[in-house]
């Protein structure tokens, strides 16, 4: 595993402990945060391969919170985890790609309206909104989480999209990114973006980084800033 993507596992593993309930098994890094969750997981930190103790002691957490066994491992990580994976049962649910951005080289500040919002349960709210129906609850979660710095760009006065920051061990972790229906196409997210860049490298970080649905428009947004694709995270849940 090459530095860039192991000081990234790294990093995610220590920012996915905070808030909630916290259990480390090896590598592993869980979190349980309430019922129905998807924060509700592990993250893989990338120091040493996984074994069966590991899982096992892992699905005895999430069987005792009622919730469904989910990790998150970064690429380089996979190709050993895979046998025992798949010999308890785990199979593959989702594909993320890892954009990461050398903040040496920052892109223009936003031009449009930016600024850091001291309201988590006003900005879960409107974060809501363009993430759709079923999601406060997770964006309330995510707004309170130790850390976490929030963000909200405006279009002529009006509230058009959200985002969230944290730093961990010099990588600036950007997330929560959502954008208002009927103000997209406006620019917010690439606000967003480079408020985001240029606030981490004030505070000290060397890296930013961000997960993105492969072919979607904020992935395209993501490329335009200069972030790089460096990996990918792969989410494998356990059956029944």
């Known amino acids: ?4 993507i192991r000081q990234l596992a790294r990093a995610e593993a220590t920012a996915h402990g905070r808030g909630g309930t916290r259990a480390e098994f090896g590598p592993l890094v869980a979190a349980h945060h309430g019922p129905g969750l998807p924060l509700n997981s592990a993250w893989h930190d990338g120091s040493a391969p996984l074994t069966e103790a590991d899982l096992l002691a892992f699905e005895a957490f999430s069987a005792a919170h009622d919730t469904p066994a989910t990790l998150h491992l970064l690429a380089p990580s ?36 930016v600024r850091r919002s001291d309201d988590p349960d006003g900005w879960a709210a409107l974060s809501a909104q363009g993430f759709g129906p079923g999601s406060e609850a997770v964006m309330r979660v995510v707004a309170h989480l130790p850390g976490t710095q929030l963000y909200q760009a405006n279009v002529d006065g009006q509230a058009a999209g959200t985002a ?16 208002l229906p009927g103000l997209r196409g406006l620019g917010a997210q690439t606000a967003l973006l480079a408020a985001r860049l240029h606030a981490a490298h004030a505070q000290g970080a060397a890296l930013a980084s961000v997960f993105a649905t492969p072919g979607s428009a904020s992935e395209r947004n993501i490329r335009r800033a200069g972030f790089g694709l460096t990996t990918l995270r792969l989410t494998f849940t356990r059956a029944g």
């Open 78 to 113: 996979v190709n050993d985890a895979l046998p025992l994976l798949t010999a308890r049962g785990y199979a593959l649910t989702y594909v993320l790609h890892a954009f990461t951005h050398d903040l040496h080289d920052l892109p223009p500040a936003p031009t449009l309206d």
């Open 164 to 179: 969230a920051l944290s730093l961990t061990e010099g990588v600036a972790a950007l997330f929560g990114t959502s954008t």
């Open 1 to 4: 595993m090459n530095d860039p």
